[in-house]
């Protein structure tokens, strides 16, 4: 009960922000690009996966209940779970004899890497899809999920995207960004997480860490790279900021999409950047090429104390770089809007499994078999508390990621969560590549005249690709 109750906590904080799992992603599949490298994918054995368009199968059998039929094909949305999932999915057949494939998708290409794989021979049998603009992308491979067992174990009905009124895709965990915090060499340079209450005590404590860095051993910011690899995370997390203001002003939430955007927070977002790019070791001309690993790993190695990322970087930064839970905190992403100390994390979901109706019918019952045993077992649900922040189900161990719980003490203290604006951003790739662009630009040579190319891509281009994709 202890488990569920924070479960349902935790979505009471999303309540009404989540309109399914938003809506504009990648390529109009998948939103935000997850961080890290591609993993290898482990393969398996040939298999017969002629297509076809079936109705729900019938009910899952337990793993281990019937003779191995069918096989599982499980393309990866999130990078930094390509381990955890390999490793998984090695249990399960070793339980059930049933192979299981996990192929992931190198950061910013899932888009690209669904496409392709779907025109194989052997395409994914589980797939992502992030929002309703992936939905009409790819709705008909959609399996209806009335009647799946997996699909029955959600907590409610708040991470469910629907195509019509047919629910297709289930939202497997919900997440929150912000600013991430190394409190051990904050408290180093002097100073602690109770001075940060907006942009302006932000920003004083950042400009002493970075004036001093020499002598510190450390600088404010880890690099803001404008590499594919982590450029998502300001064309898209950043953008999030002016995003959201916006949309509380006119009373929208996710899912509205509206035919433009004036703007008007864009001189918040100017004061946010401009800082990531000024106390920060890396040069400013030199950040097209910054990747995202550089920037984890600056922080991770504890060369920076702030780093603009989400709670799902939590097993990376205690597992991969050893950091210890109780050094690592997150805060809002300040800018400078008036009342934002009562500003909680950005908290929301782009990450809802598909199963794809045109596999065999051997396939997909093997896949909701697998999505089942994911959601119930001891191996399953550890593997979800362990390498995802929130998770919607009803068997769901309680999470041990600090950030995750640093929403919930936001939300808590009656603090406004920020949900995810972004995700309505149409044509998503096209209009992130034109500012990522202009951001570029603008922190090589910072001025009015370069950020107004910022706005330029950031106003003018919403209208023109949301023409393009709507006509």
Same mark, same amino acid.
Request: aromatic share 14%.
């Given at each position: 009960m202890k488990k569920l109750l924070a479960l349902v906590l935790s979505a009471v904080m999303l309540v009404g922000l989540l309109c399914g799992c938003g809506g504009g992603g990648e390529g109009g599949s998948a939103a935000t690009n997850p961080p890290a490298t591609q993993a290898p994918a482990t393969e398996a054995p040939e298999q017969n996966n002629t297509p076809e368009d079936p109705s729900t199968p019938d009910t899952p059998e337990e793993p281990g209940n019937t003779?191995?039929?069918?096989?599982?094909?499980?393309?990866?949305?999130?990078?930094?779970?390509?381990?955890?999932?390999?490793?998984?999915?090695?249990?399960?057949?070793?339980?059930?004899?049933?192979?299981v494939k996990v192929v992931t998708a190198a950061s910013g290409t899932y888009s690209d890497t669904l496409t392709a794989e779907m025109g194989k021979s052997e395409p994914p049998t589980i797939f992502n899809i992030g929002n309703a603009a992936g939905m009409a992308d790819w709705g008909d491979y959609a399996l209806d999920l009335t009647g799946a067992k997996f699909f029955d174990e959600r907590i409610n009905d708040d991470y469910v995207l629907y195509d019509g009124s047919t629910p297709k !895709?289930?939202?497997?965990? $919900?997440?929150?960004?912000?600013?991430?915090?190394? /409190?051990?060499?904050? *408290?180093? =340079?002097?100073?602690?997480?109770?001075?940060?209450?907006?942009?302006?005590?932000?920003?004083?404590?950042?400009?002493?860490i970075h004036s001093r860095a020499a002598d510190l051993g450390f600088d404010a910011f880890s690099s803001p790279g404008l590499d594919g690899s982590s450029s998502?995370?300001?064309?898209?997390?950043?953008?999030?900021?002016?995003?959201?203001?916006?949309?509380?002003?006119?009373?929208?939430?996710?899912?509205?999409?509206?035919?433009?955007?004036?703007? !008007?927070?864009?001189?918040? $977002?100017?004061?946010?950047?401009?800082?990531?790019? /000024?106390?920060?070791? *890396?040069? =400013?001309?030199?950040?097209?090429?910054?990747?995202?690993d550089m920037s984890e790993a600056e922080f991770g190695q504890?060369?920076?104390?702030?780093?603009?990322?989400?709670?799902w970087e939590y097993a990376n930064l205690t597992g991969n770089f050893g950091m210890d839970p109780a050094d690592l905190a997150m805060i809002p992403i300040y800018s400078g809007v008036a009342g934002e100390d009562k500003a909680g994390l950005c908290s929301g979901t782009e990450n809802c499994w598909a199963v794809n109706a045109k596999a065999s019918q051997e396939n997909i019952q093997a896949s909701l078999d697998f999505l089942y045993w994911m959601v119930t077992s001891e191996e399953g649900t550890t593997m979800l508390r362990d390498n995802f922040s929130g998770v919607p189900f009803?068997?769901?161990?309680?999470?041990?990621?600090?950030?995750?719980?640093?929403?919930?003490?936001?939300?808590?203290?009656?603090?406004?969560?920020?949900?995810?604006?972004?995700?309505?951003?149409?044509?998503?790739?096209?209009?992130?590549?034109?500012?990522?662009?202009?951001?570029?630009?603008y922190s090589a040579a910072p001025s009015d005249d370069t950020w107004a190319e910022v706005v330029t891509a950031f106003v003018d281009g919403w209208a023109y690709e949301y023409n393009v994709i709507n006509g």
């Open positions: 003779e191995a039929t069918g096989s599982v094909y499980y393309l990866n949305f999130k990078p930094e779970a390509d381990k955890a999932l390999q490793d998984l999915a090695g249990v399960y057949t070793s339980k059930t004899g049933v192979p !895709a289930l939202g497997y965990c $919900f997440e929150s960004f912000g600013i991430i915090v190394h /409190t051990k060499l904050l *408290a180093d =340079a002097g100073h602690s997480l109770d001075e940060i209450k907006d942009f302006a005590s932000l920003k004083a404590v950042a400009d002493d998502w995370r300001f064309s898209g997390h950043l953008a999030n900021i002016p995003l959201y203001y916006e949309y509380r002003d006119n009373g929208l939430n996710v899912g509205s999409q509206p035919a433009t955007v004036t703007g !008007a927070y864009l001189d918040n $977002f100017r004061n946010i950047w401009d800082l990531y790019i /000024t106390d920060t070791a *890396a040069s =400013a001309t030199s950040l097209t090429s910054a990747t995202g504890g060369q920076a104390v702030f780093y603009q990322n989400g709670d009803k068997g769901a161990k309680e999470t041990i990621n600090v950030f995750a719980g640093d929403a919930r003490t936001y939300a808590e203290a009656g603090n406004y969560t920020m949900f995810w604006a972004f995700n309505d951003t149409p044509n998503v790739d096209s209009w992130r590549a034109t500012v990522v662009t202009a951001l570029a630009a």
